[in-house]
RNA sequence: GCUGAAGUGGCGGAAUAGGCAGACGCAAGGGACUUAAAAUCCCUCGGGGGCAACCCCGUGCCGGUUCAAGUCCGGCCUUCAGCACCA
């Protein structure tokens, strides 16, 4: 045979695979199906990066493997358009945000036919489709209507470079998701999606839905529940009072200060009775100018004690002093925190700087060196006395309650989810705003209320709405009461349109619904969802968010999104950096597919590293997975043309099958493939190889190297590769009835002998003596035997 | 500090359930073919010792269990990732 050309090849299969929609999902085929879905494709760049390769061929892989073994595949492909990434990049090149997107799906489309990837293109949609934002935004309208959806005045974070408000997801460490420049706080007026109300069922996917160990632990560390109790202080001759949040309601009997946030609303209404109001309004001001990285990291404690004011301990009357202190957060509990400095290492470290006195009320440790944080018997605490920290929180919770001085409660750090920007490019709110009757939901007949096309759509360096700008838009008519009204400016945020897609694409066509109840229920959850770790504290959330919702109001029929979750690592550059412009340690991979073929690359980008790691690029490997195309090329030289499997061919061929099968559902294909390796250089070294096993082997390499192994099925069985069957395995097959026995003396190998497969010690000694007799020869004191395994002996 | 994961040749990485450590591949070195190069094929390839058959050491470190430990147990060290004044 002539040399393999990859290039016409992979260009006559990629016009097949299109013309023939070969890899098309039917609805309600009798088979089992299996749902497998890599994130879809953010727009924000001109085509496929080395990332989006090792994320997303090992599901090309297994969904190729799965229609082999007689599933009904769901493989479908999409593009996640709308929000800033997209917009960021459309101002960035000078052009409109739909023609970039038009223009850069048109160019992914491409490559990823390139790289023979098996998707259902039928059911591709981006979430800047009318069609299909009509459907995020009637989600909005049904969390509006559900009360999951409010506007707040409060402090939000805020971009400066990109110009808009963001969530807390999207501003970790003080950072824009988006730009990675520093993040601000604004007051504003926000939309919030009420995402704390589904935070237990958030953390009970974690027991439903196979996560790895440390995405579950990231998400619970940003969901961050905690269990304790709200107590209210009375403050010393006034009205008002003082609400603190505590896990510790067991040690209040410790109290020997309070601390509140320095933008506590209770410094404003109070004003008039503090004495230095001129100095704490000082500090609120110093406060402001300071960074987040000081405020979070810095240890070193600040604060200004509250003149004319004190807090009184319900449980025994003390008057207790009252600080501002930064370390205090106005976004988590209340604001403000009962301080027990022997308890607590930053209400130690606060209390040792200004000087507080400090009560022990549980035994143990030493609290002149340090705060004793951990569980003990109660000390100075009344009816407390002797009883051991769980139960002391149970009684003081029960006491508080009884005399209405405190409740018990649930706190969460995560917080509710920030929902508007002041951006273009994004789903506008279906709502209005009228003079009368304040904030109005428009009709879902009126769905979708479509993004009207404006010339200028950038944003406003003092943070309002590009969309302002379209007056004809804006106003309108107030749907209840006809008055003269403006519409919502906001648009919402990428990952609106993100946190329901798997959704739509089992039904991706339905105007009337957003998936048909019988569609969802023949395909269901995703078996399968695979993408950045990134996601895991954003994407992965809201989507369990709006997924639980979804179900609550039964547009759903199941209840957990995904069933497993596989997160991939990065491919950073031969210096072992990101990928990026600036270190210029960028690969294309369209650089790579041009020389090398797209069999040869997704069978590298598979060996060369483990899929949840990163992998440091090196093109040198690459070589060898060209060299092992080529010999499979070759195979037909000294294919014989029995219908059989050899006996000598036997064993590797059920191996190879075995370990293949296995490899592609865990993940680890780099075994699978050095196993295919060692499959050809035995029968290149055997000279020779059955049609029935250059069958069954070319069906086995064919989900990860589809092109050439498509083209030899059909130029030698003369027919089409997908319609194969993956081969069985035999258990039994796997090994070869005479197997190597290593022979140990105290259990340092000395010599390998030949034995018959399952042979018992007796025979197994006979071998010894006839095949290893200086070895026979030394006494023994005990004959560890184990089969197929070892023979020791212990002299 | 808390949470999670991981430490194996020059490199990427193998080694179900404790049983031949280094599969498979890359790089490197030697040889064959060739006028030459590329391609291809053959050999070597963890360290140390010996002419040799062979011997000793070796999976981050120190101990332990076991006939047998990369794998199990106890105690450290290091690296990576995420979170971090969360009351």
Sequence with gaps: ????????????????????KSFKAIDFDPKPTYYVLTEF??????GLHMGHVKANIPTDVIARYKRLKGFNVLYPVGWDAFGLPTENYAIKTGEQPLKVTNDNIKNFTNQLESLGMSYDWDRQFATCDPDYYKWTQWIFLQLLNHGLAYRKHGIVNFCPNCKTTLSNEDSQNGECDRCHGKVEQ????VWYLKMTEYAEHMLKDHENCDFPEYVKAMQRNWIGKSEGAEIDFDLENTAEKLTVYTTRPDTLFGVTFMAI???????????????????ITNYQETVKHKSAFDR?????KTGVEIVGIKAINPVNGAKIPIFVADYVMMGYGTGALMAVPAHDTRDFEFAQKFNIPIIQVIEG???????FTGDGKLINSDFLNNKNTDEAKQLMIKYLEDKKLGRRKI????????FNRQRYWGEPFPVVICPNCGYVALDENDLPLKLPEIEDYKPDDNGNSPLAKATDWVNCKCPKCGANAKRETDTMPNWAGSSWYWLRFIDPHNNNELASQEKLKYWGAVDLYTGGDEHVTRHMLYASFWHHFLYDIKAVPFEYPFKKRLCNGLVLGADGNKMSKSLGNVVDPMDILKPYGADAFRLYSLFSGEYDQNTIWNEQGIKGCVKFISNVWDLPNIMTDESIISDKHQVILNKLIKKVSEAIENFTHNTAIAEMMIFVNTVKQDKYITKEELREFLIVLNPFAPFITSEMYEQIFKQSILKQSFPDFDEKKCIEDIIELPVQINGKLKGVIKVANNAEQAEVITQLKNQLPNIAQTPTKKIIYVKNRILNLIV
């Excluded at 045979?1 to 023939?20: T, V």
């Excluded at 494709?41 to 001109?46: N, R």
């Excluded at 440790?365 to 705060?371: E, F, L, P, R, T």
Aim: charged share 40%.
């Design 41 to 46: 494709f953010g727009v924000s760049g001109k």
């Design 296 to 300: 979070t990291v810095a240890k070193d």
């Design 261 to 279: 946030a320095p933008e506590h609303k209770i410094i404003e209404q109070l004003k008039n009775k503090i004495q230095n109001i001129s100095e």
């Design 365 to 371: 440790g030493d609290i002149n060196k340090q705060a």
């Design 411 to 418: 706190n969460f750090k995560m917080q509710d989810w920030s």
């Design 186 to 189: 604004k007051e504003r007026d």
């Design 1 to 20: 045979m002539s040399k393999y050309n990859f290039k016409e090849i992979e260009e006559k299969w990629k016009k097949i695979w299109r013309d023939e």
